[in-house]
């Protein structure tokens, strides 16, 4: 309470006999009922169950009531949020497998902690655009109460782009390849990534002699020829469920704070996104890649709590 309300109070004990005052209303005539009644919020509470997106100044209409007092019982109750777009609805038997392969990673974390992470090498393709906007959380900015609101103009990403592989662990990244103009990820060229990691694991991580390959099911990652190259290379693939990049590192984590720091910056070659992802992977500290990988266990646990059904954050 402010220091006027509490002055007003000690005036009002100190003016009463013990044991006299009292802190609620008393009644004056001509004082309004109260419409916040057991009865209006249950009318509230069916109208707004039949009819999730009803505005309020329907329902103060329809009960006489003020809009006020509608906010007020439907705050008490409910929160308006918005819906969550998902890259495909999930049926039954997906949602089974998302649980399946999650309890199963989640078992083998609890029976080798942290090393199971460590051993863990994940990686996926994304595409860097030239130019990206920013959102518009990220263009706020502080103003005068009596300024002009500041515009800002619709623009779209630009069509020049890059396609990035990137593979990483607990660690830091072990490995970055741009695709050059022309080219496409397929199955040989996937084949050729995963040997190059191979050759850059030996060399930065020389005491590691096996490591866990975590990768989406994309095409390229999941056909025949793919699955020789791993075995022949010695890489034990940790199962992924499809239509799954909430429980992918790469996606959640790793892309996702890349692509915000690059959200407002103009770029006129490949060679420049390159520099700037690079400058950006230098910059981040090793703690930063192994909260991606606890950030992982704790989306596996969400999972298996909802019953293999998507997860938000």
Request: hydrophobic share 35%; with cysteine.
């Amino acid at each position: 309470m402010d220091v006027k309300n509490v002055r007003k109070w000690v005036w009002r004990a100190r003016s009463c006999c013990a044991g006299e005052m009292s802190v609620w209303d008393k009644h004056r005539p001509g004082q309004p009922i109260s419409v916040t009644c057991d009865k209006n919020q249950c009318r509230v509470d069916a109208m707004v169950q039949e009819n999730r997106r009803m505005k309020q100044r329907d329902i103060d209409l329809k009960l006489g009531i003020s809009q006020e007092r509608v906010r007020h019982i439907i705050e008490t109750n409910y929160r308006k949020v918005c819906a969550w777009w998902v890259l495909r609805q999930l049926t039954d038997p997906m949602k089974e497998h998302r649980n399946t392969v999650a309890q199963e990673l989640l078992n083998r974390y609890r029976l080798e902690g942290d090393d199971f992470l460590k051993n863990i090498a994940t990686g996926d393709e994304s595409c860097v655009h030239h130019y990206d906007p920013e959102n518009k959380r990220q263009s706020m900015e502080y103003c005068h109460p009596g300024s002009p609101s500041v515009k800002k103009f619709r623009t779209v990403q630009s069509a020049k782009k890059v396609m990035l592989t990137i593979f990483w662990d607990a660690r830091g990244v072990l490995y970055t390849e741009f695709l050059t103009k022309g080219s496409t990820m397929n199955f040989d060229r996937y084949c050729e990534t995963l040997q190059s990691l191979k050759q850059h694991i030996r060399r930065i991580r020389p005491e590691r002699n096996m490591f866990l390959l975590h990768q989406n099911n994309a095409r390229p990652h999941c056909s025949a020829q793919t699955q020789d190259a791993t075995a022949s290379l010695k890489f034990t693939v940790v199962p992924h469920p499809p239509y799954s990049p909430d429980l992918a590192p790469s996606d959640f984590w790793l892309f996702a704070k890349l692509k915000e720091m690059l959200k407002g910056q103009h770029f006129s070659s490949d060679a420049e996104v390159g520099a700037a992802v690079r400058k950006w992977i230098s910059s981040q500290p090793e703690t930063f890649f192994m909260d991606g990988m606890n950030k992982w266990i704790e989306r596996l646990k969400k999972c298996v709590a909802v019953n293999g059904d998507c997860v938000e954050k």
